[in-house]
């Protein structure tokens, strides 16, 4: 052991946390040292309220201080449309747009055999059921456009059209705003192959 | 493009020595273990931060030195660019660009070692890895298709060996398939179309050194989406016993046929040399219509168990090239009649002249 115990037992809880090597601990550690002790109480109240109080959405596997996360308790909201997403923080970026006034549901990341995730790690039955529990019509497929949320969006297709449901999946295109010649080939390429009659 | 002179710093067997480069043929000659390849390996990596040789980054630091530098100055279409590289014994590489730490990597540069013979005379793999680098070069889309195909596989052949173990459903399958189907096809369509360019090329460049005749057949697998996939899904049971995919593009077989002969098997070892080079030249001249620009074309030792007169023909073609720089033994000086600009390497020092 080279540091007094509190500090070698903080390094290493910080360590544990994605992201963090040892160094960087090392340099977190001794920074909340330094500050005054009511910044230091600040972050760890921080830490254990959001612990506490957040929980997954019992319907959807948002994060929520409720029950029913606020997208799911909004009646407003059309529950015949169910946009599917990897993590919770995908919700953030769709309803950024706006454009979006379904509800949701969080797979809790992408089926991935080499990293032993399969259907059954992900949130796939609860998916299934509220189909049939809540009348759902068309479920959006929004997974990332990497291998394997393709491979997740495919899979989830193939098993709610035998339910008669409509499955779309989000277009890849050409970012908006943006020079057509400075588009990289394959976002082009995508784009092409994706192309719509007007 | 023209590499106009290279300054080289602890690499290798160098200590410190300036080398200046012409338009044209460059032969550098010597004995055995002089240096002649370091030098070529020094350019090559200078381009490109790659080693030709199977080599760690800090095997090109000289016994003894605590890091090795290379600096490259070259003339394309757009100016003069200084490439400075620097390698540490621990692994670890700095680049310089004109002056400013940055990365580079120059696509136009093609070259020849022995190693490359394999892409005649080995396995299937060599052939696939030749033809899709290439085609990786021109067209991105391609590339991005090689590597979704190659995640999909590993992920496939992992949920093969899952089923196996009765860890997963057999069901899990349809999406790896349906992804390997559609890009499988997407690769099959790109090499037919670059194995029709290569064909060409080569046949016309061997035509001009004799009056051989080649020929490239290509043996996909399955050529289509549809078909890849009902061969996937009808070799299921047997792939699951082997935890392995064993259809589509990662399996398909090229064949060289030279005068209706396959390469591989019945060609003899000058017609297998001979043809690898004039497919570098090939390469050099597909880069060119892409890139706009001739690349710089490298050879080490191309000239051993080759004839003199096919040696010869080589050589006619390679002062067509704007550079060509290649190594050659001391022994092999006359098959360039004194045409060229000619660097002796002696214990890697460097002198110029016969």
């Not at chain 1, 990293?115 to 189909?131: A, K, M, T, W």
């Not at chain 2, 007169?309 to 704007?322: A, H, P």
Request: with cysteine; hydrophobic share 35%; proline share 2%.
């Amino acid at each position: 052991m080279y540091y007094t115990p509190p500090i070698e037992r903080l390094i290493a809880e910080l360590a544990r946390l994605p992201g963090i090597g040892p160094k960087s601990a090392q340099r977190l550690a001794f920074h909340i040292i330094k500050v005054p002790l009511q910044e230091a109480e600040d972050l760890a109240q921080a830490i254990v309220e959001a612990r506490r109080k957040v929980q997954f959405c019992r319907r959807c596997f948002n994060l929520s201080e409720m029950e029913l996360c606020e997208y799911c308790s909004d009646s407003r909201r059309d529950s015949s449309l169910v946009c599917v997403v990897e993590e919770a923080k995908d919700i953030v970026a769709i309803e950024r747009t706006g454009e979006f006034r379904g509800l949701y549901h969080v797979l809790g990341g992408a089926i991935s055999p080499i990293d032993g995730v399969g259907p059954e790690q992900l949130r796939v039955n609860e998916l299934v059921s509220r189909i049939k529990e809540d009348k759902v019509e068309e479920v959006i497929l929004a997974t990332n456009p990497s291998v394997e949320g393709e491979a997740t969006a495919l899979y989830i297709a193939n098993l709610i059209r035998s339910m008669g449901v409509k499955a779309t999946r989000l277009a890849s295109g050409l970012p908006v705003g943006g020079d057509l010649e400075y588009a990289d080939e394959v976002t082009l390429g995508r784009a092409l192959q994706g192309r719509r009659e007007i | 493009m023209i590499v106009e002179e290279i300054k080289i710093c602890d690499f290798r067997n160098y200590v410190e020595e300036k080398v200046s480069f012409k338009r044209g043929v460059n032969v550098i000659y010597g004995e055995n273990g002089q240096g002649k390849t370091n030098l070529l390996e020094a350019i090559f990596y200078a381009l490109t931060s790659q080693s030709f040789r199977k080599a760690q980054n800090s095997d090109l630091v000289r016994e003894g030195a605590e890091r090795g530098i290379v600096l490259a100055e070259f003339k394309g279409v757009m100016g003069v660019k200084r490439i400075a590289r620097q390698v540490e014994g621990d692994g670890n590489t700095r680049t310089k660009v004109d002056g400013k730490e940055g990365v580079y990597r120059c696509k136009n540069v093609v070259c020849f070692t022995q190693e490359d013979l394999l892409i005649v005379k080995g396995e299937p793999q060599r052939r696939r890895d030749f033809v899709d680098a290439i085609m990786c070069q021109l067209d991105r889309v391609y590339e991005n298709e090689i590597s979704r195909y190659r995640k999909a596989l590993h992920q496939r052949n992992e949920l093969l060996k899952m089923i196996r173990r009765g860890e997963a459903q057999e069901r899990e399958l349809d999406a790896w398939e349906e992804i390997l189907a559609e890009s499988g096809e997407n690769i099959v369509a790109g090499r037919k179309k670059i194995l029709s360019a290569i064909e060409e090329v080569t046949d016309r460049l061997i035509k001009s050194v004799d009056e051989s005749d080649l020929q490239i057949r290509y043996y996909p697998t399955a050529d289509n989406l549809n078909t890849l996939r009902e061969k996937l899904k009808r070799n299921r049971q047997k792939e699951i016993a082997r935890g392995l995919t064993l259809i589509g593009p990662h399996r398909d077989e090229m064949v060289f046929v030279l005068n209706g002969r396959n390469l591989r098997t019945k060609g003899s070892q000058g017609q297998q040399r001979m043809t690898v080079i004039l497919l570098k030249l090939c390469t050099a001249d597909l880069l060119e219509r892409y890139l706009g620009e001739r690349g710089v074309v490298i050879l080490d030792d191309f000239s051993s168990e080759l004839d003199e007169e096919s040696t010869t023909r080589i050589v006619q073609l390679l002062k067509k090239e704007e550079q060509a720089i290649v190594t050659t033994n001391r022994n092999r000086l006359g098959d360039f009649r004194g045409e060229g600009w000619f660097i002796s390497v002696q214990e890697g020092r460097v002198s110029y002249g016969l």
